[in-house]
């Protein structure tokens, strides 16, 4: 039996703990990756909706300007003077809408007439079929018999525009359409987007960027953006935009990373907190079960020297009554043993070295003993021995054999040499009774005491 004493310290986690810390850990950290997860696909579907909507809002915001073209191209088409015609129309068109710079009329695709005159007549004579920035979205245009949005191109007055080229078609005398040449409106860019308030993207945490295909240069165009604070690697979101027939591109990004999201934070330290609770919790049902054992341990043993004590001698040598009577066996012997003089070991040397002395004659004794025989501390220097299935003679035998343990070899301790003796004193169970038995043996003792001490005393005699 283990020897218990106080004051070891707390236990190391055990792996219970361990083992529920790390499981509590892993679920903990599998609800958060869902949970991140989701709030990021929330936040993906909440971009798309930004995306479609500011789609809109661009498509709108464009198309309202540009199609004012169709003013312009019902003048050519009605015929009369197109010059005064013009002069009277362009100025509603223009003055009436702040982003736009200029309607222009094209006949064959080269500048005759533009309004307002001042600050634009280098696009007089401006051959939209020849080369030049944008004249691609005007053949474009001419060939596609439909309005193409053509920039935004830096312009010959200055600054960026974005233009939109209508080609007109006038019947002709065989009732055939025919090409009269091209009508523009021209728009100050970025100022046309204003409506668009793509400024909410910043507002929500979001960066994004528009762009499209040059078609001079078959090149990617980044048109306008808002990308210095998105973060690398960011999950991000490109939608398509049609634009007057124009291909355009929308991408948006998430402005934070998840862990720049305080209730993301709050849940992985959520998750640590809980497991570390599950593990303290698991720790303390371990602690209490360790305290229990070593608290039965103490009850059931002798604190100095970890052998059984009186209590727990009685409750084994009982139950090993039960058994012999049980199985038939009654060749059990009780033996008790008394160090000879011990007050005196302790009035002269010390108590220290008396419970050396106890502690030394228990580990002789163990070593001396069959693994199954059952012994005890007494009480004081006395101590205890059930030993079964052996006679007489086996029994006498081991007496002696625990006698000469202790007499044959000095107990030695700090310098300090010591010749110990013990009396033994030894009594059959006859028909099971313990009760008798340990009486009878006690009494074998106090002969061996009184007989000259350091002897082995039976009942029988």
């Known amino acids: 039996m283990k020897k218990y004493t106080a004051g070891r310290g707390p236990a190391p986690i055990s792996p219970v703990a361990a083992f529920a810390f790390l499981c509590s850990l892993a679920l903990c950290s599998l609800f958060v990756v869902i949970t991140i997860k989701n709030k990021a696909n929330v936040e993906a579907l909440h971009m798309e909706r930004l995306i479609l909507e500011k789609a ?14 169709n003013s312009l191209s019902a003048i050519v088409q009605q015929g009369g003077d197109i010059a005064k015609n013009f002069a009277m129309l362009a100025p509603s068109i223009v003055d009436s809408e702040p982003s736009i710079m200029n309607v222009l009329i094209a006949p064959d695709g080269v500048v005759s007439t533009v309004y307002p005159l001042a600050g634009n007549e280098a696009v007089l004579g401006l051959n939209f079929f020849g080369a030049g920035a944008g004249n691609r979205e005007a053949v474009a245009a001419r060939d596609q018999e439909r309005m193409v949005v053509g920039g935004p191109f830096k312009s010959v007055q200055g600054g960026e525009i974005l233009v939109g080229r209508l080609p007109v078609y006038i019947d002709s005398v065989a009732d055939k359409s025919r090409f009269w040449g091209l009508v523009s409106v021209t728009l100050k860019f970025p100022q046309v987007l204003d409506n668009a308030d793509l400024g909410v993207f910043r507002n929500q945490g979001f960066s994004y960027e528009l762009w499209r295909t040059n078609p001079d240069t078959e090149e990617r165009q980044v048109i306008l953006y808002d990308h210095e604070h998105a973060k690398p690697n960011a999950r991000a979101i490109e939608k398509h935009i049609s634009v007057v027939n124009t291909d355009w591109y929308l991408k948006v990004w998430s402005g934070r990373s998840w862990y720049n ?95 050396n002395v106890l502690i030394d004659v228990t580990t002789r004794i163990k070593a001396a003993i069959r693994p199954y025989d059952l012994f005890a501390r007494y009480g004081g220097e006395e101590f205890i021995l059930w030993a079964s299935l052996v006679n007489e003679k086996e029994a006498r035998n081991m007496a002696e054999r625990l006698r000469l343990s202790i007499c044959d070899k000095p107990f030695k301790f700090d310098g300090t040499t010591l010749s110990v003796s013990a009396s033994f004193g030894a009594a059959r169970i006859d028909g099971y009774n313990l009760e008798s038995a340990i009486p ?9 005491k009184n007989g000259g001490r350091n002897r082995v005393v039976f009942w029988e005699d």
């Open 261 to 355: 999201y305080p209730e993301n934070l709050a849940l992985v330290v959520a998750s640590i907190l809980i497991s570390l609770l599950i593990m303290f919790i698991t720790q303390s049902n371990f602690e209490l079960k360790r305290m229990k054992l070593i608290l039965e341990g103490m009850a059931k043993s002798d604190p100095l020297t970890g052998i059984s004590n009186r209590r727990n001698f009685m409750e084994i040598a009982r139950m090993n009554i039960e058994r012999a009577r049980r199985t038939g066996e009654d060749n059990c012997y009780i033996i008790l043993f008394d160090l000879d003089r011990f007050k005196s070991i302790n009035d002269t040397h010390g108590h220290i070295v008396g419970d």
């Open 440 to 448: 009878h043996a006690d009494k074998a003792l106090y002969q061996a």
């Open 56 to 69: 809109l809002r661009i498509n709108d915001a464009v198309s309202k300007l540009l199609y004012k073209t």
